[in-house]
């Protein structure tokens, strides 16, 4: 089978991603082995690829929003059919003991095991996963527009969550990629208005599109106070006028997996008022099966661009210079 595997961390400029032939994998006790149809590209395989996250086994395969179908099934599998579509997430497995697990906060685990970073990912023809951390794909999303849901829309969602936003509260969002292009939708099926700060002239064109009342330059102050917010873009020095941005008694989630330093922040302008600033941690299952219902329920449309799997290289180069308008995607066919 075919796979993109990281010779090495470097810059995506430099190519790091090498197309190369290897066996398929076999499913062991309780996993799936899955025939890819795509993967999304995502920040995080950006951090992977360029060593923002340190390398945990070399020549990764990278990618953790595959969808594609069952192949076959390791010994006691028996979740899903041969040949259902499934997709697979970031995290991949986790301990089941921990105290964090014992108490539904498999996000948190202190043995985790994520796809595309501890084991080989969707950047390839066939993977493995355990079937206990597949999703059952809604029949009626293409699976290119799904792709995206796996990781983005995951974490957009718990992130959505964590920002402690209300129906028909006042929600920014700054920096507006693929995970945000998700999070506004199910903010407007909640009656949200969203306020947009974003760099790039096509993201705040498209964010206006999707639903939002205002759009302006990634450290511009929106009109309105805001109720609850939501970093993407994976700057710490937007911190500060994001917290200064929010209403008395707001919440910032911080959404990414890696974030620049964070300049010094001042109380009383920036954190009085019993304003919140919070992080997010990978995600539960639980997310995941309640985006998937929301996904169809709204239903979510995903913008994708579509490119060949030996065009990771490319497509990772765009997403590093804001050159994607949605969400990136990798097709196998």
Same mark, same amino acid.
């Given at each position: 089978m075919k796979v993109m595997r990281v010779e090495r961390q470097a810059p995506v400029e430099n190519r790091p991603l090498v197309l190369s032939d290897t066996a398929i994998p076999e499913p062991r006790a309780g996993e799936v082995l899955i025939k890819i149809e795509c993967c999304g590209i995502?920040?995080?395989?950006?951090?992977?690829?360029?060593?923002?996250?340190?390398?945990?086994?070399?020549?990764?395969?990278?990618?953790?929003?595959?969808?594609?179908?069952?192949?076959?099934?390791?010994?006691?599998?028996?979740?899903?059919?041969?040949?259902?579509?499934?997709?697979?997430?970031?995290?991949?497995? %986790?301990?089941?003991?921990?105290?964090?697990?014992?108490?539904?906060?498999?996000?948190?685990?202190?043995?985790?095991?994520?796809?595309?970073?501890?084991?080989?990912?969707?950047?390839?023809?066939?993977?493995?996963?355990?079937?206990?951390?597949?999703?059952?794909?809604?029949?009626?999303?293409? %699976?290119?527009?799904?792709?995206?849901?796996?990781?983005?829309?995951?974490?957009?969602?718990?992130?959505?969550?964590?920002?402690?936003?209300?129906?028909?509260?006042?929600?920014?969002?700054?920096?507006?990629? %693929?995970?945000?292009?998700?999070?506004?939708?199910?903010?407007?099926?909640?009656?949200?208005?969203?306020?947009?700060?974003?760099?790039?002239?096509?993201?705040?064109?498209?964010?206006?599109?999707?639903?939002?009342?205002?759009?302006?330059?990634?450290?511009?102050?929106?009109?309105?106070?805001?109720?609850?917010?939501?970093l993407f873009a994976p700057a710490g020095e937007l911190v500060p006028p994001a917290l200064r941005a929010l209403d008395k008694g707001g919440t910032l989630a911080l959404a990414g997996i890696y974030v620049t330093d964070i300049p010094s922040i001042g109380y009383e302008p920036e954190l009085f008022y019993e304003k919140t600033l919070t992080s997010v941690t990978a995600n539960t299952r639980q997310d995941g099966l309640e985006l998937m219902k929301l996904a169809r329920d709204i239903p979510i449309t995903t913008h994708t661009e579509l490119f060949p799997l030996e065009k990771a290289n490319e497509a990772l180069i765009q997403l590093k210079h804001d050159g994607l308008s949605g969400s990136g995607v990798l097709l196998m066919d």
């Open positions: 995502c920040r995080t395989d950006l951090h992977v690829v360029e060593g923002e996250l340190p390398p945990v086994r070399p020549r990764i395969v990278p990618g953790h929003q595959a969808v594609g179908r069952i192949e076959t099934r390791g010994p006691g599998a028996a979740e899903f059919r041969v040949g259902q579509r499934v997709g697979v997430a970031w995290l991949n497995r %986790s301990c089941g003991t921990c105290r964090y697990c014992l108490k539904g906060s498999e996000n948190l685990c202190d043995d985790p095991r994520f796809t595309g970073y501890h084991l080989d990912g969707g950047y390839a023809e066939y993977m493995v996963a355990p079937e206990k951390f597949v999703y059952a794909i809604p029949g009626d999303i293409v %699976s290119h527009q799904a792709a995206p849901l796996l990781c983005a829309g995951i974490i957009g969602y718990r992130a959505f969550c964590r920002s402690g936003i209300r129906k028909g509260g006042r929600l920014g969002l700054y920096g507006f990629g %693929s995970s945000a292009h998700i999070v506004i939708q199910i903010a407007r099926y909640y009656g949200c208005q969203v306020y947009v700060a974003t760099r790039e002239e096509k993201h705040r064109q498209l964010a206006a599109r999707l639903g939002a009342v205002w759009t302006g330059q990634a450290s511009e102050a929106p009109p309105d106070r805001l109720d609850g917010a939501i």
